[in-house]
């Protein structure tokens, strides 16, 4: 079994960058895609971006150019890099592995309990 922990949410002021981490520990030698999802209020959980093992990328087209993802498998840690962020942006963000497409569609069956992001006006 595997457990995930994001860390580095908060508050932030529209226009400003965050980085947000997750660390996945336990039985992490089948880790393969780990990806992020994300729960605004009022709305459905959406798909953020993933990326594999060997560092293909998928993002959400809306993202591409303001977040970025990158992962260090050393530490089996995958982080989410924010910049330009506005309120639009404010949601619950959730780290998720053992997916299995790269996509969008992606089924992942490992999941944090999130990470608060709040931009403010």
């Known amino acids: 079994q595997v457990q995930l922990v994001e860390s580095g949410g908060g508050l932030v002021q529209a226009g400003g960058s965050l980085r947000i981490s997750c660390v996945a520990s336990?039985?992490?030698?089948?880790?393969?895609?780990m990806a992020w999802f994300r729960q605004a209020p009022g709305k459905e959980r959406e798909f953020v971006a993933a990326?594999?093992?060997?560092?293909?990328?998928y993002f959400t087209d809306s993202l591409k150019g303001r977040f970025t993802i990158s992962r260090d498998n050393a530490k089996a840690t995958v982080f989410l890099h924010m910049n330009s962020l506005g309120p639009e942006d404010t949601a619950v963000y959730y780290c998720a592995t053992h997916c299995d497409d790269l996509g969008p569609a992606t089924k992942c069956q490992s999941w944090g309990r999130g990470t608060q992001v709040t931009v403010t006006s």
């Open positions: 336990g039985h992490t030698g089948d880790i393969y895609t």
């Open positions: 990326i594999s093992g060997t560092a293909r990328i």
